[in-house]
């Protein structure tokens, strides 16, 4: 399983990147490998200002629908375009080209209250 060193993790199996206050979101492979094959990935919440642990959208895979929760407070700005057309790159690349969403954070600090890899691994076993 891989869990890269240099993101950071919630409970919920979501992996954040932060550059500056733009975060990059996805899941983690963790989550990808109990989901089984990703059929569809649903998020329609661009433009939108959510708060942390709201779901900001849904990933269909052939034997469920698990919802998506946001790592922190922000603003949604865009969703991956290749997702639409190849959902199994979340299987594949769950920390490179099959990212989610990209959002404007309100606070960059808020990050630090998140797992980091050791944290997330023990979590997982």
Request: charged share 20%; net charge negative.
């Amino acid at each position: 399983m891989n869990i890269p060193a240099n993101l950071r993790y919630t409970k919920d199996h979501e992996w954040i990147s932060i550059e500056g206050n733009i975060a990059t979101i996805g899941i983690t492979d963790f989550a990808q490998g109990e989901l089984g094959d990703i059929v569809y990935v649903e998020i329609e919440t661009v433009g939108k200002a959510l708060q942390a642990e709201a779901v900001f959208g849904t990933v269909e895979a052939v034997k469920t629908v698990s919802d998506l929760f946001l790592p922190i407070s922000g603003t949604i700005n865009e969703v991956n375009p290749a997702l639409s057309a190849t959902p199994e790159l979340v299987n594949t690349d769950p920390y490179g080209a099959g990212w989610m969403i990209k959002m404007t954070v309100n606070n960059p600090a808020d990050v630090d209250g998140l797992l980091d890899a050791a944290a997330y691994q023990h979590l997982v076993g």
